[in-house]
């Protein structure tokens, strides 16, 4: 068993091509010997945004504070806090902040060793 508090995780920027003002914590995973899934944190800045992407595995994703946008192919919905969002494997997507404050959310992927089964 591992506990932890999510302020003791060092938030990261996220650097990938087209994100920005994005901060992601890994919760849980590898870190604490998680074998099946990640529990990722993210804050959104204002102004902020993840890129428009897609990937072979699905989200889990539930939205702790702020005000926020889920983009896809046909449009955009608004989210935030108790909003759930599940995103199919494959389905292009991105979240922004639609709000003056951060934007944060918990997002549950497979771990890279679960895709591999």
Known sequence: MHVGCWT???????????????TIRVLMGENVGAPNFVLRHFEVAPGGHTPFHAHPWEHEVYVLSGKGRVKRADGAAEVGPGSFVFVPADEEHAFENAGPGVFSFLCVIPSTKACLR
């Open 8 to 22: 003791d995780v060092e938030g990261k920027e996220v650097a990938e091509a087209g994100a920005a003002g994005v």
